[in-house]
Nanobody, 126 residues
Framework: VQLQASGGGLAQAGGSLMLSCAASWSTFRNFHMGWFRQAPGKEREFVAAIMRSGTGSSTRYADSVKGRFTISKDNAKNTVYLQMNSLKPEDTAVYYC??????????????????WGQGTQVTVSS
């Protein structure tokens, strides 16, 4: 059981990046998926989540990224994505994808997630 994140890198403020996270297990469609991030010296924080059924289903976003980031989930490809637009320097962090089967109401809580990817660095320059 593994999550492999990719797509991080360096972007200028106002630019865009797309993160991908590929799952290795066959029951990926049974999991809500989330993205979290951790900046240096700060706690890990919730970014976005999508319901198990995938793109077109319910999503949830942190206020700080609402309107700029979009989460999507392709169950046929066992992959979850995070499209990040209008990037700001404060978006700089290590981004983690994660999977959970907890009830939807708790998807913003990192300790509810049982499967974590290795993290990918996103750096936004001003």
């Amino acid at each position: 059981v593994q999550l492999q994140a990719s797509g991080g890198g360096l972007a200028q403020a106002g630019g865009s990046l797309m993160l991908s996270c590929a799952a290795s297990w066959s029951t990926f469609r049974n999991f809500h998926m989330g993205w979290f991030r951790q900046a240096p010296g700060k706690e890990r924080e919730f970014v976005a989540a999508i319901m198990r059924s995938g793109t077109g289903s319910s999503t949830r976003y942190a206020d700080s990224v609402k309107g700029r980031f979009t989460i999507s989930k392709d169950n046929a490809k066992n992959t979850v994505y995070l499209q990040m637009n209008s990037l700001k320097p404060e978006d700089t962090a290590v981004y983690y994808c994660a999977g959970t089967q907890i009830v939807w109401a708790y998807v913003h809580e990192s300790h509810r997630y049982t499967i974590w990817g290795q993290g990918t660095q996103v750096t936004v320059s001003s």
